[in-house]
């Protein structure tokens, strides 16, 4: 532009284009611009010039007017303080005004309407705020397997970002549903509800059922029973009832209320009501089948870990067992003990080693035990309830399993002395220890039982004088690796010298210092499960007559003593 066009009386100068000479054409080109603009004198700030599309952003606005009394009052302020842009509300629209300078005498001003732009933004902002709160739903839902827990946490986060108050109710189990709610300014309550106490809600059986929500409008809120919220949460002005969807069935409902004369639930609060109604579905149903596993290991396990141990009369027994996985308290080693039976007054015990460790070993363990406890009511010995476990193990499908076991028989005898008759099936023989510290190991030995058709046992008989122990125990603890290497085996020489160090203790204290030697042996390393059974003549005051009482010789010289008896006889 070269050259302005001089202008009648009351119009505005037109600027010159080179090759067009028609002002009107130009004016034309003005007008029918997109872009609201106005042409405005520099001196009198009047408007000269107010295209079509500026004249529908802002009602009134036509040329000659002074921005002084323009009916945009934004523009008026902007234009008093010689600010280059303005923004404002102008008839329910977003007007954005951007000044730019022209020549000396005169300036334009552009105006936008950034309604829609800022309801982008605003549905962005909501968007990136439910994300948000849907990704804490998951982080906080998914950090806990306990039912009580989620349901909590769903309730806190319901009434954080969906509601006024929130309430989980959970599928009836014997006729009781356990619900968990939350209001403002209360804690979270808990409890239960009858079943037939559901209908009462409107639209929960639907929900509890696995039937699609039923929306918020549908459903009148006045019909909201007195005990599902407190009174002094006011009147409820819109309900809504979502089910929780579980694995395969629902995991419960979600019941939102709001209160308030001018609340309600629009559609994309359902939306995000439902989207997170089904991560808390999720996580309760996963809270809930964790529950139900747990409940069925609990259940399995009090069958499968070692028995409360008797306390006959005449001897003691003390029983300790350490599974190699801590969290799941059951492995391969076991012991048992079986009491009198009919006119049998002998104690039968067990201890022994399934191969392998974990779920599998255990569930041969339960197996085995079942076995010996039958073979046990058929008054069967020791010897021959090794024989008979061993035909049972061949006989069943898991033929690459096998078991190595002691079994023996106690019975009371004279001055406190206890007898024991032991077979062993491929298993370390157990160890004596005798009042003067020597550690003697019982003479007995068998093959492994489940191998092979033909099982050879040969058993031994053995005493205890009073204040004697014999301790029945697993590879587990011979095998233990640690040490300063931290692969040594613990051995069988380091557990002779730590049972000679348990001379005049107690079962119970032998069984726990050998433990403790044990585990500082291995100091937290891996090992094998460790079982250990011990028998104890206990102890008794020795008499003042007769030298105190019988001498407390070895077992296994009852056969020669009796020879040199003879010998004298004869002699």
Request: net charge negative; aromatic share 4%.
């Amino acid at each position: 532009m070269t050259a302005r066009t001089p202008a009648g009386a009351g119009e505005p100068l037109v600027p010159t284009v080179p090759g067009v000479s028609d002002p009107d054409l130009l004016r034309a080109a003005f007008e029918a611009a997109t872009e609201a603009m106005l042409l405005c004198a520099a001196g009198e700030n009047t408007v000269l010039m107010a295209n079509a599309e500026a004249r529908r952003l802002v009602s009134g606005l036509e040329p000659g007017q002074d921005l002084a009394t323009a009916p945009l009052p934004a523009l008026t302020r902007a234009t008093a303080e010689n600010a280059d842009s303005f923004r404002c509300e102008h008839d329910g629209r977003c007007v954005y005004g951007m000044r730019r300078d022209l020549d000396d005498g005169h300036y334009a001003w552009f105006l936008r309407d950034h309604t829609e732009e800022r309801e982008r933004e605003a549905a962005l902002e909501v968007e990136r705020s439910r994300t948000a709160f849907l990704a804490e739903a998951g982080r906080r839902l998914s950090a806990s397997l306990h039912v009580r827990r989620c349901t909590r946490t769903t309730v806190e986060l319901a009434v954080a970002h969906l509601a006024d108050a929130a309430v989980v109710i959970l599928p009836a189990n014997r006729r009781q549903s356990a619900w968990t709610r939350l209001v403002p300014d209360r804690p979270i309550e808990e409890g239960t509800l009858r079943e037939n106490r559901l209908a009462d809600v409107p639209g929960l059986l639907e929900a509890l059922g696995g039937f699609p929500p039923i929306p918020s409008r549908w459903l009148d809120a006045s019909q909201v029973p007195e005990w599902l919220f407190p009174a002094d949460l006011g009147p409820i002005r819109a309900l809504l009832v979502t089910p929780l969807p579980g694995n395969a069935e629902p995991a419960g409902a979600l019941i939102l209320a709001r209160r308030g004369s001018a609340t309600e639930f629009a559609a994309e609060d359902e939306l995000l009501a439902r989207v997170f109604a089904t991560r808390a579905g999720a996580a309760i149903s996963a809270a809930m089948l964790y529950r139900e596993q747990v409940d069925t290991t609990a259940v399995l396990q009090a069958d499968l870990l070692p028995p409360t141990l008797p306390e006959p009369d005449g001897f003691e027994l003390t029983g300790s067992y350490q599974a190699a996985r801590e969290a799941l308290r059951i492995g391969g080693d076991f012991y048992d003990v079986f009491g009198p039976v009919g006119d049998n007054t002998d104690t039968v015990i067990a201890l022994g080693d399934v191969c392998g460790t974990g779920p599998e070993a255990a569930v041969l363990t339960g197996k085995v035990r079942q076995t010996l406890r039958a073979l046990r009511l058929v008054r069967a010995g020791p010897e021959e309830m090794l024989k008979v476990l061993n035909e049972a193990l061949l006989q069943s499908s898991r033929q690459h399993r096998f078991v190595t076991m002691v079994v023996g028989s106690i019975n009371r005898i004279e001055h406190g002395r206890v007898r024991l008759e032991l077979a062993t099936g491929g298993h370390p023989a157990p160890l004596v220890l005798r009042n003067d510290g020597t550690v003697e190991e019982v003479p007995t030995s068998g093959t492994l039982i489940g191998v092979m058709r033909r099982t050879v046992v040969r058993p031994a008989q053995v005493e205890l004088a009073p204040g004697e122990l014999c301790m029945l125990y697993s590879d587990g603890l011979t095998e233990a690796r640690g040490g300063p290497s931290g692969v040594e085996q613990y051995g069988e020489d380091r557990l002779r010298q730590a049972l000679a160090g348990c001379r005049g203790m107690p079962g119970v204290a032998a069984v726990e210092r050998i433990r403790q030697l044990v585990s500082d042996w291995v100091n937290g390393g891996n090992q094998d499960d460790i079982a250990m059974l011990v028998v104890r003549a206990p102890a008794r005051t020795p008499l003042s007559l007769r030298g105190g009482g019988i001498p407390n010789t070895s077992p296994f010289m009852v056969a020669a003593r009796g020879g040199e008896r003879r010998g004298r006889a004869r002699s």
